[in-house]
Each structure stands twice: as structure tokens, then as C-alpha cells.
């Protein structure tokens, strides 16, 4: 006799898969997209309870992260959409000062400190295209196909950027003389 499992088990099973594969990750995306721990909680919480509504209309045609993931840039661009003073939220060192140190050593902690600005400044030398596609390989750990399904560009598209990307920070680098940090 084979039992018959009730369609909301279903559900609330495929909800549960995905907030335990993809939760802490689809948090990070989000936060880095808005900047706001507390809304990036309840967006990328809102994005698993939209794909749970909406799988029954989920064709397959994609992997089912990417499709999560579309949600979420979804709901991230109609958020920042409602208030665009919340893309940017700028704040002095004093936003620190409840933080605790690391205790790293003073001579550690400025290279670390230089290695970030130069960084910083690479980055912000790309071309929006390339650094986008950059931060959601590097630092959202998703896979080239999955960020070519995201931005809806083909695959070569996604790793030309990379590739460029990486040479363009490498050749910053080497011009102000700092270590690679990757």
C-alpha cells in the first residue's frame, strides 16, 4: 500500500530544502546588494516564501537556485526602487567604535589596510558590468552559469568579465606595488 503525501508537505519540505541549501548565502547577496542587515533578513526571507508560492509555476528552465535568485534581485531592485536613498548609506569611522578589535598588530592591520583601499579602488575603475558579474562569482560564490542566468548574458559573456576583471585589479596591483591578496 503506498501512502499518499499531502501536497502542503510537499511545500513546506521544498521551503525547508531551500532556506537550509541556499539561507545563508541568499543572505549575503542581498545584504550586499542593500546594505541593511535587518532588510536583507526580510527580503531574502520574502524571496524563499515567493518561490514556495510560485514553484508550481517554476518550468524548469533554469536551475532552481537561479530562479531563487532572480526573486531576490527582484524584490532588491523594487526595494531599492521605493527609496532610492537607501542604495547608498554612507558613515564615518565612529560606526565602529562599538566593534570589537581583532587585536591584529598595528604593522598588520595598516598593509590590510592599504591592500583593501587599493582594492576598493580597483573595483571602483570597473565598468559596472564587469564588477557586478565580479562580486557574484568572487564574493557570492555562484557559479559562472548561474550568474549568466541571473543577468541573462551567455556564459563566455560571464567569464570574459571575470577574467577581465581579475586582470584589470592584478595590473592595479602590481602598479601600486601592493601584494595580490588573491
Known amino acids: 500500500?503506498?501512502?499518499?503525501?499531502?501536497?502542503?508537505?510537499?511545500?513546506?519540505?521544498?521551503?525547508?530544502?531551500?532556506?537550509?541549501?541556499?539561507?545563508?548565502?541568499?543572505?549575503?547577496?542581498?545584504?550586499?546588494?542593500?546594505g541593511q542587515a535587518t532588510e536583507a533578513e526580510d527580503l531574502a526571507q520574502q524571496a524563499f516564501v515567493e518561490a514556495a508560492r510560485a514553484y508550481a509555476s517554476f518550468r524548469g528552465d533554469s536551475q532552481l537556485s537561479t530562479w531563487l535568485y532572480g526573486i531576490a534581485m527582484n524584490l532588491v531592485r523594487n526595494h531599492l526602487s521605493r527609496s532610492p536613498q537607501r542604495l547608498y548609506r554612507f558613515e564615518d569611522e565612529s560606526a565602529l567604535a562599538d566593534c570589537a578589535g581583532a587585536g591584529a598588530d598595528p604593522e598588520q592591520q595598516c598593509a590590510l589596510t592599504e591592500l583593501i583601499r587599493v582594492l576598493e579602488q580597483g573595483l571602483d575603475e570597473l565598468m559596472p558590468e564587469m564588477r557586478e558579474v565580479l562580486m557574484l562569482v568572487a564574493?557570492?560564490?555562484m557559479s559562472y552559469e548561474e550568474a549568466a542566468a541571473l543577468l541573462s548574458v551567455p556564459i563566455g559573456t560571464v567569464r570574459s568579465r571575470v577574467s577581465r576583471a581579475r586582470a584589470h585589479l592584478r595590473r592595479g596591483f602590481a602598479a601600486r606595488g601592493a601584494p595580490l591578496p588573491f
Open 1 to 34: 500500500m503506498t501512502a499518499i503525501t499531502h501536497p502542503r508537505v510537499c511545500e513546506d519540505q521544498l521551503f525547508s530544502d531551500l532556506v537550509a541549501q541556499h539561507g545563508d548565502r541568499l543572505y549575503r547577496f542581498v545584504l550586499r546588494h542593500i
Open 139 to 141: 564574493l557570492d560564490d
